[in-house]
């Protein structure tokens, strides 16, 4: 079962407690991915390096493929990432601003 995840940096809803399977995966992920590795007090490297938005795009799209299935892989390891691509909007990419898209299935 393939689900899709966009980033789109809008704010998180409030937590839901009693999710399961692809759903809790879901909040998982919006969770890490949105979180500034190094804000969390107990694990500095849950989350994603937001220094590389200080990059040219190009090498942003680079890192950021990189780092978020490498912290998918180490944070949620019941969801197995397919592909990693970024939205293509002209206005977003002269802003230099990036939105993945992540394309996961669910292990069970």
């Given amino acids: 079962m393939g689900q899709v995840y966009l980033v789109d940096g809008q704010p ?7 999710l399961t399977g ?3 995966v879901d909040q998982e992920l919006k969770i890490l991915l949105t ?3 190094g804000s969390v007090v107990m694990d ?3 989350g994603i390096d937001m220094s590389l938005l200080a990059t040219p795009v190009q090498t942003a799209r680079a890192r950021a493929q990189q780092d ?12 197995r ?5 970024f939205r293509e ?4 990419i002269l802003d230099g601003r990036i939105f993945p898209i992540i394309c996961w299935e669910l292990r069970y």
């Fill in 12 to 18: 998180r809803r409030r937590l839901q407690w009693n």
């Fill in 68 to 79: 978020i299935v490498a912290a998918i892989r180490r944070y949620i390891p019941r969801c």
């Fill in 81 to 85: 990432v397919t592909r990693v691509t």
């Fill in 44 to 46: 500095r490297d849950f």
């Fill in 35 to 37: 979180t500034p590795r």
């Fill in 89 to 92: 909007r002209t206005d977003e």
């Fill in 22 to 24: 692809a759903e809790a």
